[in-house]
């Protein structure tokens, strides 16, 4: 479905859906008729379907409104006007909307929706499994149907913007060189199609036995979980200028998550990032060499720090120029189809802020091999 229209359309149309007819869902807003009659046929114009018909003096849904009242990301979308509209409307002393939601993840979308005014004693909402309960305390979310499944995973918007600043395509050889508990390497596969060979490398056995439910969970058959000892590992020698892509997600200060963890301003020293730069150059240089002639290689940080981003990168680059040219993270991200590219850079690189991009921290830069 189109992502243009306003999506204030769409709330028009869910009441009136909801509501039995355009006359009461106008009285419910307190509305004239008319506007939500424009605004539905604004929606319906945008999405080029029509969406409701008319049986006697009554509104019914077609099959593509049944469609668009289910669409997931569209009840995503209306987080910032639901819970506003659906006080203005409880008029009443009990507001009765049967919100007909059955799909797993919409369903978790409007529960989050509507968590917040559901603490208001006159609001009395019903699902079609009843009443319907608020969410309380954090979400269960490994116990839900669509996670379980593998459906859905978990992860903050900067770390998948790395999995396609990467391109992985079908059948191609990748690695994820410092690929810890596995959730970009979630994302590479899927990016892959579930086909090719993608290693997933890290020192850290624990962390790699932390990806092997996930792998189970994702139905993902192309991933090669590899314990190293370090960058240096005979096992990674062996695939020297063999692989079509490269992401070094290296080991960093973390600083770039200070939103969920605080504490890290307090546990990291000068000599703490000197000794950490060291090991990101490193493991950069290794990983460079699996690359092959026409290949990309991505370097990564969820740090905030020029000494382990743009440092990293350049001296990488006046030490490596010959072989491998930067790839302006503009141009990667527009390659991906990722919208509004040109606000996640600075210069050649990516640069995600907490406060500006509401994401963690992150940094990336990208090269190809001549």
């Not at 546990?267 to 990032?273: D, F, V």
């Not at 919208?339 to 991009?357: I, K, S």
Request: net charge neutral.
């Amino acid at each position: 479905m189109s992502q243009s229209f306003n999506y204030r359309h769409l709330f028009y149309f869910w009441v009136v859906a909801k509501e039995g007819g355009i006359a009461r869902a106008a009285e419910r807003l307190d509305m004239a008729v008319q506007t939500i009659s424009a605004q539905v046929r604004e929606l319906e114009k945008a999405l080029g379907v029509s969406l409701l018909r008319t049986e006697g003096r009554s509104l019914v849904l077609t099959d593509a409104g049944v469609a668009a009242l289910h669409e997931a990301d569209h009840i995503f979308a209306l987080g910032e006007l639901l819970p506003q509209r659906v006080r203005e409307a409880a008029s009443g002393p009990t507001l009765r909307l049967n919100l007909g939601i059955s799909d797993g993840i919409a369903k978790l979308a409007v529960h989050r929706l509507l968590t917040p005014v559901l603490d208001e004693p006159h609001l009395r909402l019903l699902c079609h499994e009843g009443e319907f309960q608020p969410l309380l305390g954090e979400l269960a979310l490994h116990k839900l149907d669509v996670f379980m499944r593998g459906d859905v995973e978990v992860q903050d918007e900067g770390s998948q913007l790395l999995a396609l600043m990467l391109g992985a395509k079908r059948g191609e050889m990748v690695a994820d060189f410092c690929a810890g508990a596995g959730g970009k390497t979630l994302a590479l596969g899927a990016e892959m199609r579930n086909t090719g060979r993608l290693y997933a490398f890290d020192t850290s056995g624990h962390r790699l036995a932390s990806l092997k439910p996930r792998l189970a969970r994702s139905g993902l058959s192309n991933v090669y979980p590899v314990q190293i000892a370090h960058e240096r590992d005979e096992r990674i020698k062996r695939l020297a200028g063999k692989l079509d892509r490269v992401l070094v997600d290296a080991p960093c200060s973390g600083l770039g998550t200070l939103r969920r963890n605080p504490d890290l301003k307090w546990r990291q020293t000068p000599q703490a990032i000197e000794e950490m730069r060291v090991k990101q150059a490193a493991i950069l240089a290794s990983a460079a060499r699996l690359v092959k002639p026409g290949g990309r290689l991505v370097y990564a940080t969820c740090s905030l720090l020029e000494a382990e981003n743009e440092e990293i990168a350049q001296a990488f680059s006046a030490e490596r120029g010959a072989d491998f040219a930067v790839v302006p993270a503009v141009e990667a991200l527009a390659k991906a189809h990722v919208a509004q590219a040109e606000t996640l850079v600075r210069g050649d690189y990516l640069r995600l802020w907490p406060h500006r991009h509401g994401t963690d921290g992150f940094f990336a830069a990208v090269w190809q091999r001549h």
